[in-house]
């Protein structure tokens, strides 16, 4: 009994106590709502305005002669004459390296000798001919003699006055007359092939000697054209081998510089200007021709082009080319107003940033100034960039340029709740 009591005097308390704390709850104020300041970030802007500008594009290319010749050996014979170094100016004719030409003149002279002896085989074949031609006639009318006798002595043997004797004898003489006479005609009938046996064996020889002939000249190395020594290979004294490259030569007055170029200006080759440029040095470049077909793998196409001028140049280096591409309409910015992967942030009149794509076109120089050609299909009119290099700016951002932008107001700054991040 006593236990219901108490409990019944704890529930009584803890009621009285929770309706005492509702009511001072009630009784507390509710604290004013106040509305926090939106963040205006402090930056610079520039203006751009939309032209026609001419991008400009920097490359890396190498130096190579337009004419270009390594000179190689069929012989192997000792070097005995060697008048150029690496780095030697040469004119069309000048001699270059002479090597033994003693086999050389011998395989000549052989080839001469076996050239002359079949000439005078034919010229024999010739004069037999003759003779032959000769001789057939001569047998022929023999010939015609002794089977007119034959005739003549069958008619007296049917009258009896001549012996069977006498006729099997001139039977005889007319058969070894037909028979020299059939020697004399296949003699003369056989002419013309054996004539083309001759002359077939007199264009082998001919052949023979022109070859051997070829091969002495090679015992002599002149420049064949005008240029510089790139390399010598070989050094006085030393024996060649066949195939052997002995030296290099270049044509140092026709130099091109090869570069790799965008897709992109694959239908634009010969609208391009460029400048060649190393340390102090600049040169003009003309384009000369482009790579007619690209594989997957590769990022762009080949391209040559002529340096006006080649004082001073060398193959096989490389070099700084810009690249001049036609005009086109764009716009042009300071390099700080383009942000990572192409985007610059536009500043709207209601002075916040407006995220916009960009096609970066190259860039354009003037003096000591230096900007960024771009193109984008939101980019219209004259505009106004971010520059700062906010670390996050975001389309919608709110911002303010001292000295550009109206100053905020005091008074509601002084009101306004402390906004989280960089403000005024």
Do not use: C
């Not at 300041?37 to 930056?43: F, K, L, P, S, V």
């Not at 070859?211 to 060649?240: K, M, N, Y």
């Not at 021709?289 to 080649?310: C, E, I, P, V």
């Amino acid at each position: 009994m006593k236990t219901w009591q108490t409990l019944l005097v704890s529930a009584a308390i803890l009621a009285a106590a929770g309706t005492a704390v509702g009511i001072m709850m009630n009784q507390t104020p509710e604290p004013e709502k106040t509305e926090a300041a939106e963040t205006e970030w402090r930056i610079e802007s520039v203006r751009a305005e939309a032209g026609f500008y001419h991008p400009e594009i920097r490359l890396v290319g190498q130096l190579e002669a337009a004419r270009q010749l390594t000179v190689t050996t069929t012989l192997s014979a000792d070097i005995i004459e060697l008048t150029i170094t690496e780095g030697s100016r040469v004119e069309p004719g000048d001699l270059l390296l002479r090597l033994d030409d003693f086999d050389s003149r011998q395989q000549r002279e052989q080839a001469e000798a076996d050239l002359a002896d079949i000439t005078s085989q034919l010229e024999i074949r010739q004069l037999q001919q003759v003779q032959e031609t000769r001789a057939l006639a001569v047998a022929n009318a023999e010939l015609e003699q002794l089977q007119a006798r034959l005739t003549q002595q069958q008619r007296l043997a049917e009258r009896g006055l001549a012996s069977q004797q006498q006729i099997e004898d001139l039977q005889q003489q007319v058969d070894q007359q037909q028979l020299s006479v059939l020697q004399h005609r296949t003699s003369v009938d056989s002419h013309p092939a054996e004539l083309a046996r001759l002359n077939a064996s007199r264009a082998k020889l001919e052949l023979n000697l022109e070859r051997a002939q070829r091969t002495l000249d090679h015992t002599v190395i002149r420049a064949p054209f005008a240029g510089r020594i790139a390399s010598v290979e070989v050094r006085h004294g030393q024996t060649t081998q066949p195939g052997q490259a002995l030296l290099t030569l270049y044509s140092d007055d026709a130099l091109q510089l090869k570069v790799q170029l965008p897709h992109a200006l694959a239908g634009e080759v010969n609208s391009l200007g460029a400048t060649l440029t190393q340390g102090n040095r600049e040169t003009e470049l003309q384009f000369d021709r482009a790579q007619a077909q690209m594989n997957a793998s590769q990022s762009g196409f080949t391209a040559w082009f002529n340096l006006t001028d080649t004082t001073g140049w060398l193959p096989g280096g490389y070099a700084k080319a810009t690249v001049q591409l036609p005009a086109r309409f764009s716009y042009r910015v300071p390099e700080a107003a383009v942000f990572q992967d192409g985007w610059l942030y536009r500043i709207t009149d209601e002075r916040r940033l407006q995220a916009e794509a960009v096609d970066i076109l190259g860039i354009n120089q003037e003096g000591d100034n230096r900007w960024l050609v771009v193109q984008g299909p939101e980019l219209t009119g004259d505009l106004r960039l971010l520059t700062t290099r906010l670390s996050n700016p975001i389309t919608g951002m709110r911002v303010h340029e001292p000295g550009v932008d109206p100053d905020p107001d005091p008074q509601a700054e002084a009101e306004s709740a402390e906004p989280a991040g960089v403000n005024l």
